[in-house]
């Protein structure tokens, strides 16, 4: 009997483990206080990885005396989501393969993302083209850095590309010139190559519409992405890497705004105070530069943020004053209000620290992130003009009073940020201003 027993409790505790692997919390999954947009949309989601090659570039970091006019063929590979048709008894389920540490400091490591989306799989084109979605990470970072959003944007209509920019991800993070002169060219460059992709035999054939583009950037993202709508870059920038960044220059002949990017999402964009690199109030921009944009934005920051600082984000962010724009702040977390979760097992503190925020669950940064760019690129970017209620809002979070009638409909009283369960719409900021 004991035997029984014994192999009763076992294929119990086996069975509750192969449930508790299906049920494993995947990058992006909404939690129970996630707010209404969050949720992943109607579309099954594919990814596909491919390699895209920038000819003859500025070689930056093997320009010298004996070679002043260096240049490499600049390889970058993307994964790209898109909505996709998947059979019925495969189901959305990846891994990707990526790195987490640092080359240069010699910890780069093989780290493994679960992800929800079908490798390869058929595309739909039944609602195409989609609008495209270039999606920029950090210094250093990777393509992986941000899957919640990209799968989550796929599933919403959109394709979806994010960029391994070379000499900057965590697998072969390089000096940070190269991060400087090419974060703003490959994300051109990128868009440049998804709208070839749509014109030739492929799984992107007729899905996307590149004149229909938004940017999301974090950090060095946001700083290239900035560059791309129209913020010239100022002088100061030249000190650091002499006359090859010229044509990005405010003022340069033949500089302006990318026309296809249409909306940008800002996480923490970097430039706007050099205080970590030596140069305290020193900004890569002069601020009438920022008054150059004209296409929506939204700009999303901590507000103990120690890396690009939050005031200086808010002054580019007050300086953009002739555009659409909207600042969501998480108060009291620092820069990392953009990446998926780190991981749990066998990291080490400082691969943890680089995705985390003390003070918030990232889980719940990467939910509110999904509910707020759902709203403001299916408004700017789908024409959804029904999300603009959305992000029209209080703006101190805790000021919003959650009224509802004895039938459970909202009064006249209610003015809680739509979309947020009650009492769960805390610890947040959202600033408006147009034009």
Known sequence: MRKLFVLGMLLFVLTGAAAAQEQEFVFGDALPDAPELAARGTYAVGVTTLTLTNPDQIDILNLSEANPSATYDRVLTVDVWYPAVIPADAGERTVYEGTIGRADQGTARPYEIAGRAFRDALPNAEDAPYPLVVVSHGYPGSRYMMTYLTENLASKGYVVVAIDHT??????????????????????????????????????????????????????????????????????????????????????????????????????????????????????????????????????????????????????????????????????????????????????????????????????????????????????????????????????????????DDAGAFTDQHTYWLGFQNRTAVGLEYRTDSP
């Open 167 to 404: 000499e900057s991800t965590y697998a072969d993070v390089s000096a940070f010139g190269s991060t400087l002169l090419n974060r703003a060219t490959d994300q051109i460059f990128v868009i440049d190559e998804m709208a070839r992709l749509n014109g030739e035999d492929g799984v992107l054939n007729g899905m996307l519409d590149a004149d229909n583009t938004a940017l999301i950037g974090y950090s060095m993202g946001g700083y290239g992405a900035l560059n791309v709508i129209g913020a010239g870059y100022g002088e100061v920038l030249s000190g650091f890497l002499g006359p090859v960044v010229a044509p990005r220059l405010a003022g340069a002949d033949g500089y302006a705004a990318d026309p296809r990017v249409k909306a940008a999402v800002l996480f923490a964009p970097w430039g706007g105070d050099l205080t970590a690199a030596g140069a305290p109030g020193v900004s890569l921009w002069a601020d009438e530069a920022f008054a150059n944009i004209s296409v929506p934005t939204l700009w999303i920051a901590g507000s103990l943020d120690d890396v690009a600082y939050y005031d200086a984000i808010v002054n580019m962010f007050e300086n953009a004053f002739n555009s659409e724009r909207a600042l969501l702040t998480y108060v009291n977390a620092l820069h990392n209000v953009a990446p998926n979760p780190p991981a749990l097992d066998g990291v080490t503190f400082g691969e943890y620290e680089s995705a985390s925020e003390p003070a918030w669950d990232v889980r719940r940064i990467n939910n509110i992130n999904q509910h707020f760019i759902t709203a403001f690129l299916g408004l700017h970017l789908q024409g959804q003009s029904e999300l603009r209620e959305y992000l029209d809002l209080v703006e101190n979070s805790a000021d919003g009073v959650y009224a509802v």
